[in-house]
């Protein structure tokens, strides 16, 4: 132990760890058992834990987080999937999210009716159910894509409700529901889908319960503000949350958002649901995940 972890594990010993309840003599963040599900995903805690996906969410649970997301798990290995959904059930960890499909930033699949992208798209479905299946998701995260520059937004609009239609139609034998992520203009300009209300209504038109918003909480600060509201007008149609700070997309209490009211207004409404942690750490290396987490603690508290 070098002289400075010392004289630092030194004072904590004489001053009483009663003092920092969620570290222990060694600076470590401690278990909490938290109120809701956040979702930590992959890289995270490197730091910490290793590069080693198993490891890595084997110390997810050890810090207490009942939830797990990872976008990119439709493109991992089948035996990695398999190998990290048998992690998570021993360590009693939901699946999160993952994206669905192949998204174009650039290209307005679903928007244009093109009969080829949507052929694509509803291809792309059916195979995420095998990776649903495989891992123990029930949800999955949906793009429709950038606007279509030489057609009427209504038309657009009606053509991405017809193609999710579709795919409703292809995940509830399932029990599956795609999540509608709404994204800011600031950070994906010219993408179709971009406010609460719009989702909303996209999800009331198609109508089913494998069509559902994924509220993304970073996005709907930038885009729209009104936090609390909004998350209240469309709460019927909520199937999952998403995390992180503005500016930066960092850790709650890194920015302007507070989480602290969010997160014990999401609590009071008896949400059962995952809080996906899709930002980055504030701070880097191993102080900034140790950082981070004692930051979810503190927010958490609060409910």
Known sequence: MNRRSFTKNSILAGIGIANFPNIDIHNNPKTYKYNLKYAPHLGMFRNLAGNDPID????????????????????????????????????????????????????????????????EFLNDIKKSIEVAKRVDAKWMTVVPGHVDLKLNFSY??????????????ILEPHGLTMVLEPLNFRDHPGLFLSESPQAFNI??????????????IYHQQIQEGNLIPNIEKCWEEIGYFQIGDNPGRKEPTSGEINYKNVFKYIHSKGFNGILGMEHGNFSPGIEGEKKLILAYQEVDKFI
């Open 203 to 216: 999800c009331k038109a198609v109508d089913s319960p494998s069509c559902k918003i994924l509220f993304d």
């Open 56 to 119: 890595q969410l084997n110390y997810m649970a050890d810090l207490g987080f009942k939830a797990f997301e990872d976008n990119g798990m439709r493109n991992r290995d089948k035996k990695l999937q398999l190998k990290m959904a048998s992690t998570m059930k021993k360590r009693g960890i939901e699946m999160g999210v993952f994206v669905a499909h192949k998204i174009y930033w650039d290209k307005p699949v679903l928007t244009s009716g093109n009969q080829n992208s949507r052929n």
């Open 156 to 169: 657009q609009t009606a053509n991405v409700i017809e193609t999710l239609k579709r795919a409703s139609s």
